[in-house]
């Protein structure tokens, strides 16, 4: 058995496979596919449950990470779906091209990000499944197919957020736009209150803002603010206060007292997108695990509310957390993306490795997001039950239709998939 030991990144989730392929053709994955009775796609393995387990044969795409065409034309570039954000970045900016938005860290393959509704943060931006135009999918009897968003048939925007249910995406085309500069700042200490009121003025102030806290207190200890700058412009001063909270005067890590060494530039400096938006420098390789991670999406009216529902379990939450993040997001049209129809709020925790201590806490944090219908992040940690994770998606019984019939013997099927979409 290859591929890291069989584990997922964070090292909490041993998988079932029997055996690991990794071909380096599509045509060696139709064949793979054709002649496996269960079969899963393995991204970068950074999915913290068990999204990605197969108790048959595990494909792993690290060896189809090549840039196929950049489409000058169209504004779109195609990439094998096993290529991590931050190997097309260079490749893009280099051609004077940028993708939208990153998530936080750039080590993640275009495949798994797109099949989970990976997202970073910005009031304008939405999910980084929202930039893919076309994807190339090979389904369970090992024929290829291409769906696009301008296809009539609305497949397309069931098929994008797959979960990697529908069969192996192969190839991916995703819009891109004109690379572009951007500058980051930090402010520490930003009062809960300020949301009361200020909410959308503070989540607008940047291209990209994030909140971090720790809940030892009703404060965010930053707010990382990440600007786009004008064609070749400096960054400009940024105001010393903003709502309360102080301009950091040092670099700083998310997580209190983290040394910041790994962490993209901060201080207004200007760069290139792809090395501001992470919050992580690509060439630091992240060591494995020693976190869990849990997210929630709640409608973005209700964020105030559900952040001061939050702030209640702090005494409860802060000594199981590294750090807490609030990160807004565009509405989309993809089924099973949380932020179908509506703009988001996703409230994040990055766990210390106690899952002891966090599976206790999930349930009682979800009862607090009841109210406001948080939907769980597919690939990281949530006790919620399937029931209602399932009312949260209007969508769901397409999708289920969807999965039917791309792979009506239920070869890309795995235990997450039968007991999340398909189970009652
Ligand atoms: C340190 C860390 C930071 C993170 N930061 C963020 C963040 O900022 N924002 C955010 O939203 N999430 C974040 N995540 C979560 C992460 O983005 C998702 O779990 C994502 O799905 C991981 O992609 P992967 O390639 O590792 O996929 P895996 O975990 O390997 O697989 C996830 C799912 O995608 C499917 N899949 C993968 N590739 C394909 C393919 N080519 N065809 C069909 N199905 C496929 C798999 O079968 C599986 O169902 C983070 C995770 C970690 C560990």
Same mark, same amino acid.
């Given at each position: 058995?290859?591929?890291?030991?069989?584990?997922?990144?964070?090292?909490?989730?041993?998988? +079932?496979?029997?055996?690991?392929?990794?071909?380096?053709?599509?045509?060696?994955?139709?064949?793979?596919?054709?002649?496996?009775?269960?079969?899963?796609? =393995?991204?970068?393995?950074?999915?913290?449950?068990?999204?990605?387990?197969? +108790?048959?044969?595990?494909?792993? @795409?690290?060896?189809?990470?090549?840039?196929?065409?950049?489409?000058?034309?169209?504004?779109?570039?195609?990439?094998?779906?096993?290529?991590?954000?931050?190997?097309?970045?260079?490749?893009?900016?280099?051609?004077?091209?940028?993708?939208?938005?990153?998530?936080?860290?750039?080590?993640?393959?275009?495949?798994?990000?797109?099949?989970?509704?990976?997202?970073?943060?910005?009031?304008?931006?939405?999910?980084?499944?929202?930039? &893919?135009?076309?994807?190339?999918?090979?389904?369970?009897?090992?024929?290829?197919?291409?769906?696009?968003?301008?296809?009539?048939?609305?497949?397309?925007?069931?098929?994008?957020?797959?979960?990697?249910?529908?069969?192996?995406?192969?190839?991916?085309?995703?819009?891109?736009?004109?690379?572009? +500069?951007?500058? #980051?700042?930090?402010?520490?200490?930003?009062?809960? !209150?300020? @949301?009361?009121?200020?909410?959308?003025?503070?989540?607008?102030?940047?291209?990209?803002?994030?909140?971090?806290?720790?809940?030892?207190?009703?404060?965010? +200890?930053?707010?990382?603010?990440?600007?786009?700058?004008?064609?070749? %412009?400096?960054?400009?001063? !940024?105001?010393?206060?903003?709502?309360?909270?102080?301009?950091?005067?040092?670099?700083?890590?998310?997580?209190?007292?983290?040394?910041?060494?790994?962490?993209?530039?901060?201080?207004?400096?200007?760069?290139?997108?792809?090395?501001?938006?992470?919050?992580?420098?690509?060439? /630091?390789?992240?060591?494995?695990?020693?976190?869990?991670?849990?997210?929630?999406? &709640?409608?973005?009216?209700?964020?105030?509310?559900?952040?001061?529902?939050?702030?209640?379990?702090?005494?409860?939450?802060?000594?199981?957390?590294?750090?807490?993040?609030?990160?807004?997001?565009?509405?989309?049209?993809?089924?099973?993306?949380?932020?179908?129809?509506?703009?988001?709020? %996703?409230?994040? /925790?990055?766990?210390?490795?106690?899952?002891?201590?966090? #599976?206790?806490? =999930?349930?009682?944090?979800?009862?607090?997001?009841?109210?406001?219908?948080?939907?769980?992040?597919?690939?990281? @940690?949530?006790?919620?039950?399937? !029931?209602?994770?399932?009312?949260?998606?209007?969508?769901?019984?397409?999708?289920?239709?969807?999965?039917?019939?791309?792979?009506?013997?239920?070869? /890309?099927?795995?235990?997450?998939?039968?007991?999340?979409?398909?189970?009652?």
């Amino acid at each position: 058995m290859t591929v890291e030991n069989n584990r997922n990144w964070a090292g909490n989730f041993k998988y +079932n496979a029997s055996e690991v392929h990794a071909p380096e053709t599509v045509e060696q994955v139709q064949a793979l596919v054709a002649s496996s009775k269960r079969i899963k796609v =393995l991204g970068t393995r950074h999915s913290f449950n068990s999204i990605a387990d197969t +108790n048959g044969c595990h494909l792993s @795409l690290q060896k189809l990470n090549r840039v196929v065409e950049l489409d000058r034309t169209n504004n779109r570039v195609t990439v094998e779906a096993g290529i991590r954000y931050g190997e097309l970045c260079h490749y893009l900016h280099s051609n004077g091209y940028a993708l939208h938005n990153l998530a936080s860290l750039p080590h993640i393959s275009v495949g798994g990000a797109v099949a989970t509704a990976t997202h970073g943060s910005g009031d304008l931006n939405g999910n980084l499944a929202t930039a &893919v135009y076309s994807l190339e999918v090979v389904k369970a009897d090992g024929e290829t197919i291409v769906l696009a968003r301008d296809q009539a048939d609305g497949v397309f925007a069931g098929a994008v957020v797959g979960l990697g249910g529908l069969g192996v995406v192969t190839t991916i085309t995703l819009d891109v736009v004109p690379s572009f +500069n951007m500058s #980051q700042v930090i402010y520490e200490n930003l009062p809960l !209150a300020q @949301l009361e009121n200020h909410f959308d003025a503070i989540f607008s102030s940047a291209y990209s803002v994030s909140l971090f806290t720790d809940w030892k207190s009703p404060s965010f +200890n930053q707010l990382w603010m990440k600007m786009k700058l004008p064609d070749a %412009a400096a960054a400009t001063l !940024a105001e010393p206060e903003f709502y309360g909270a102080k301009l950091a005067k040092s670099h700083l890590h998310p997580v209190p007292g983290a040394s910041p060494v790994n962490c993209s530039e901060q201080m207004g400096i200007a760069g290139p997108w792809y090395e501001r938006l992470p919050h992580f420098r690509m060439d /630091f390789t992240p060591s494995a695990g020693e976190e869990l991670q849990s997210e929630y999406f &709640v409608p973005r009216k209700d964020a105030y509310l559900a952040l001061c529902a939050i702030n209640r379990l702090r005494d409860q939450i802060s000594p199981y957390l590294h750090v807490s993040e609030i990160r807004t997001i565009a509405a989309d049209s993809l089924w099973l993306s949380p932020c179908y129809k509506g703009e988001m709020v %996703a409230i994040h /925790f990055t766990w210390k490795d106690n899952w002891e201590a966090v #599976q206790q806490l =999930l349930p009682i944090i979800e009862e607090q997001l009841k109210p406001f219908h948080a939907r769980p992040h597919w690939g990281k @940690l949530f006790t919620m039950s399937p !029931a209602e994770l399932q009312s949260h998606y209007e969508k769901l019984p397409d999708f289920q239709q969807l999965l039917r019939s791309y792979d009506p013997e239920g070869k /890309f099927r795995n235990d997450y998939i039968t007991k999340y979409i398909l189970g009652t």
